[in-house]
């Protein structure tokens, strides 16, 4: 099974309005990380929040929030004022495990969001 | 945050040479670095994962002795693709670990390497 799954076609959403990017998750394990990552077309991975998953509060980070859902394993990015250069690709990813020198991260296939003017 | 850089950014080379990619943490000093793949449209596949002065851990279906890595110190790691074939063209994505201690460590990634290989 996908550890990570983002199923989203390519998403579109009206500038200055907000966006929800899907992220499902797959883990056995009780400690774990979740990420957000944004490429745009130059190719550098940026990152934009993370979540714990012993985190009681969903994580923000400027426009950035993660809508963390433990039970449903989801952890939604919601993109709150959309501007025209958030069109990107977005990566969802996870740590299982608590965080190590040597913990790797899985990563989703990605969903492109463009925004349009 | 902190800063990665790649040399080269693109490199086009020819059937059969060998390729060096240079993966450097400029304002830090790395725990670990990771090398990986990425395909057009595609997610990042993580090929190895380097520790300074120990050999590199390689992922399931990855050929070692085709991509070579080196981590020489705290702050440079390099990824050799030797006698590359055209299958091997892909952007290639190196990342460094920064360490501290109640972190969720972060993890800091590079701009990327173009390879074509003719």
């Known amino acids: 099974a996908q550890k990570i799954t983002q199923t989203q076609p390519g998403m579109f959403v009206q500038e200055k309005e907000a966006v929800t990017l899907d992220c499902t998750y797959d883990?056995?394990?009780?400690?774990?990380?979740l990420f957000w990552y944004k490429q745009p077309s130059s190719g550098e991975m940026i990152f934009l929040i993370y979540?714990?998953?012993?985190?009681?509060q969903n994580a923000t980070e400027g426009r950035y929030s993660l809508n963390f859902q433990k039970a449903r394993k989801s952890a939604n990015l919601v993109i709150s004022a959309s501007q025209l250069g958030d069109s990107a690709m977005y990566f969802c990813?996870?740590?299982?495990?608590?965080?190590?020198?040597?913990?790797?991260?899985?990563f989703g296939k990605g969903i492109t969001l463009s925004v349009r003017p | 945050g902190a800063v990665v850089s790649q040399h080269p950014s693109w490199v086009i080379c020819k059937s059969g040479t060998s390729v060096k990619i240079e993966c450097r943490s400029l304002?830090?000093?790395?725990?670990?670095m990771f090398w990986y793949r990425q395909f057009p449209k595609q997610s990042l596949m993580l090929m190895a994962t380097?520790?300074?002065?120990?050999?590199?851990?390689?992922e399931q279906g990855v050929e070692k002795d085709k991509f070579l890595i080196n981590h020489a110190s705290l702050t440079l790691s390099t990824l050799t693709v030797t006698s590359a074939h055209p299958e091997d063209s892909s952007f290639y994505i190196c990342?460094?670990?920064?360490?501290?201690?109640?972190?969720?460590?972060?993890?800091?990634f590079g701009p990327g390497t173009r390879l074509t290989v003719l």
């Open positions: 990342s460094a670990r920064r360490w501290t201690s109640g972190s969720y460590n972060e993890q800091f």
């Open positions: 883990t056995s394990d009780p400690s774990y990380g």
């Open positions: 979540q714990g998953s012993y985190d009681q």
């Open positions: 990813a996870m740590r299982e495990g608590p965080a190590g020198a040597n913990s790797k991260l899985t």
């Open positions: 304002d830090f000093q790395a725990t670990t």
């Open positions: 380097s520790n300074e002065g120990s050999k590199a851990t390689y």
